[in-house]
Each structure stands twice: as C-alpha cells, then as structure tokens.
C-alpha cells in the first residue's frame, strides 16, 4: 500500500476510533473524560506512529518482507477467546458442584462476570480492545437455562439462543465445548470412559447434544463451529488396568460422533491431557491415545500448551500431526511448573508456535483458541493480554524475512541463525501499533487505562 493511503487510513481510523469509542462509552458508563483523553492522546500520537511504521516499511522492504500482505493474512487470523477466563469456570447453571476435573482458578480479584448478560458486556468490553474480528468459545455450561435446572444431558440449542444473538450481532464465530467435569456424575473423576455404563451414557448424551448445538451455531452464524470434547479421566495413583478405560473410551467417542453433521457446520476436535489434580498417575485420554484416535477417525486434534511435559514444545508438533490428521485446534496456555493456565505471555514458546502456525498456515486448517483461567488479576485486562500477546506473535511471524529458510535451504547455518537473531530486533512494534490503529483499538499499553475505566465504573460495583 503506498504511503499516502495509510495515512488516509491512519486519519479515518482516528476519526473512527473517536466515535467508536465515544459509543462504547455511553454503553458502558464510563466518564466522557476518557473518550476525550483518549482522541487527544490519538491526534498527537498519529503522526509518529506513522513516520515508525514507515520507516519500518522501509526496513522489511529491505529483507523482502511485504508488511501490508502480512498485515491482511493476520486480519484473517480469529482467535477463539475462552469464555471461562470472565468469571473462572463457574458457568450458569442453577446449581453447581465443585469445579473438579482436575482444574483449579486461584485468584480473587473483584468482579467475576456472574450472569450472562455480565459475561457478553465484560467480552464486548474485551474485545474493543483487540485488533481484529475473533471468536468466542464457550463451554456447555454457560447456557441459559432461565432458573430451571437442566441437566447436562438434556441440553438443547435454544439455551444457547442469547449468545448466537450476540454473535450474529458482531459478525463472531462461536465454538463449542461439552462440560465433563463440575457435576456429581464426574464427581469421581470419570466420565466418557467410567467403568459404569449408565454413566458413560449420560456423558455420551451430552457430547452428543454439544455438537447439536454446534451445528446450530455454525448454521446459525455460518462458520463451522469447532466442537471440541476434553475429559478429566484418570486415576490419582497406578492403575491395575490401563486399558479398559482407553477402550470403553474409544467405543464412548464412535457412539458421540456417529451421527454425520455438516463440516460447514460443526467440526469435531478431541484434546489429550498429561494429567491433572487427583489424577496424576494416569490419563485415559493421553496424547498418543487422541492422536491414534483423530488419524484413524479424521477428527481434529486439540493441541493444549499446558499438557504436555514441562519441557515439551507443542510449536514442533504442528508439523508431525499435520501429516496425518484434516486440521489442529490450538489451545494457546502457558503452565508454569505445572498446567497452570497462566495468562498467555510473550515468550519464546509462543513465539514458536506462532511461527509454526504461519508456516503450516497453507498445508491445513490451524483453529486458534486460547485457553487459561487466571482470577488474580482483572479478568478482562487477562483476555486482551493474552489475544494480544498470541496475535503480536503471529505478526512476527508473518513478517520472518525470507532470507532466514533461504539461508537454510543454501545450507548455511551460520547465515540461517545470524538472520533469525537480527530479526527479533526488525521494527515490528510499529507494524503491530499500525495494525490496532487500522483496527481502530488502542495502540501500546493505552487500552489499560480504558479497562482501569471499564473496572471503576461497572467491575467494581459488582458486589
Ligand atoms: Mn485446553
């Protein structure tokens, strides 16, 4: 794009923000104050923001990197944002055991979103400060049930109705997770895969359900919905037999995903873990378990940052599964010592995934979704930290410089690691601050102030 466009582009998008903003307000009670501080502190920002970034046009033009062509791919880009992160896993059903399944939120930092309507204005909130258009998924227990106790295999799409609403509204894709845990029939920490079959049944009837609704979210707002199913399974201490569970499981998984539905609609994904509290010794659904299972059934598979061994990298993974499985859904984490669902930070790790993820970008569908619960710090400051932090990533790897695989494919190993040290230093914050400019959100750490606003004004009355 020539320059004289985006400056055209910088100056709508000023104007934009300013208004978008002023609405947002309004809808959210906060001061005036802030929409005024926020334009003026716009006005006077712009025209740096824009010698930065042409300078770093220059730069990148230098190594052969296209800074507008990335900037589109990452405008193509939706992160899936994890419902559970406003309000700690609690969901909305009428009565809620404890949370189990081998999870644990910590934290107790005020104003956890407690009703829907809370959950969808702290989201809208979220996401006015996010660059780009995303997704939202949500976790079976966050239907609305209107009071009534429905019980998890009696869920239907009509309790889902409000947040297709909302959806639609923002023109979000919506993806769908089945609830295996929280619920005195996982109360002993089995479900799909539970040596009784009356109780496999029940959670068999509700994943089965939880593709139904789906389907109809992905009717409904005309992107597939990417379903994905997760089970706690597993024994705190050894196990006499560690393979009935892994077939009784097996035959749980073919009896939920019997009935065909639509790709366009509802696609399946299944996510392996390592192991969780209380179930520590062993896991029937472990990774060589899922993947066997998605290769020889075609599903997705689910890859979790957090479950894996400390020291594995699910960056090298992409390319090994690719191989062999129609897609991966992302689940972007960060544990620390353990699958502590730490806020998404920008870490070498993620920058790997990243990476791997525009690399294999063209080879096969990579769903991107976050997944942490961190209650300790302002809960919607935690989503826009991480989705910004994962969308950062893959704007650096968007702009790699073509010399680096050059220099391998040449053989030169000296030239491949010199190049890929220079390029952490290339100007890519400016790339990245033109980026939330043309998206009309705040660039640099400016978005805090408006969830500072956000917090006095609706967070903290939420007592
Ligand atoms: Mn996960």
């Not at 998206?439 to 750490?445: F, H, I």
């Amino acid at each position: 794009m020539k320059i004289e466009k985006w400056l055209f582009v910088i100056c709508r998008s000023v104007r934009e923000q300013g208004a978008s903003h002023e609405a947002h307000s309004s809808q959210n009670e906060v001061e005036p104050s802030s929409a005024a501080r926020f334009n003026a502190r716009t006005m006077s920002s712009a025209k740096s923001l824009e010698r930065s970034f042409r300078l770093a046009i220059e730069r990148y033009g230098q190594l052969g990197v296209n800074v507008d062509r990335a900037l589109r791919a990452l405008s193509r880009m939706p992160v899936s944002l994890h419902c559970w992160q406003g309000d700690d896993v609690q969901g909305f059903e009428r009565s809620r055991g404890e949370l189990g399944g081998g999870l644990a939120v910590t934290g107790n930092y005020p104003g956890r979103a407690r009703t829907p309507d809370e959950l969808r204005r702290d989201l809208d909130q979220a996401l006015a400060l996010i660059p780009g258009r995303h997704r939202l998924s949500l976790h079976a227990c966050y239907g609305e049930f209107g009071g009534r106790a429905i019980d998890r295999d009696a869920i239907e799409p009509r309790h889902f109705r409000d947040w297709i609403a909302w959806a639609k509204e923002r023109g979000l894709g919506l993806d769908f997770n089945p609830t295996c845990f929280g619920h005195p029939k996982a109360a002993d920490g089995f479900t799909l895969s539970h040596r009784i079959r009356g109780i496999r049944d029940f959670w068999i009837e509700h994943c089965r359900r939880s593709r139904e609704i789906g389907a109809a979210m992905g009717r409904a707002l005309r992107t597939p919905c990417v379903t994905n199913v997760w089970i706690p399974d597993g024994f705190k201490d050894s196990p006499a037999d560690r393979h009935a569970p892994r077939e009784r499981l097996i035959e749980a998984l073919d009896s939920v995903f019997a009935r065909r539905l639509s790709p366009q609609q509802n696609v399946d994904a299944v996510e392996s873990k390592l192991f969780g509290l209380g179930a520590e010794s062993y896991t029937v659904g472990s990774h060589e378990f899922y993947l066997g299972y998605a290769v020889s059934r075609g599903k997705v598979l689910c890859l979790d940052a957090g479950h894996f061994h400390p020291t594995e990298s699910i960056a090298d993974k992409l390319s090994s599964v690719l191989l062999y499985v129609p897609g991966v859904l992302l689940h972007v984490s960060r544990g620390v010592r353990w699958d502590s669902d730490h806020v998404v930070t920008f870490s070498d790790e993620l920058q790997a995934i990243a990476r791997e993820v525009v690399a294999m970008r063209a080879t096969a569908p990579v769903h991107l979704g976050l997944d942490y619960f961190d209650a300790s710090i302002n809960r919607v400051a935690a989503w826009i930290i991480g989705t910004r932090n994962l969308l950062r990533a893959l704007l650096l790897a968007l702009l790699e410089p073509p010399g680096i695989r050059a220099a391998e494919r040449a053989g030169d190993f000296t030239a491949r690691l010199a190049l890929q040290e220079e390029a952490r230093s290339l100007p890519w914050g400016a790339v990245w601050d033109r980026y939330c400019e043309s998206q009309n959100v705040p660039t640099g750490e400016s978005w805090l102030s408006d969830v500072r606003d956000y917090e006095r004004a609706v967070l903290s009355r939420r007592v």
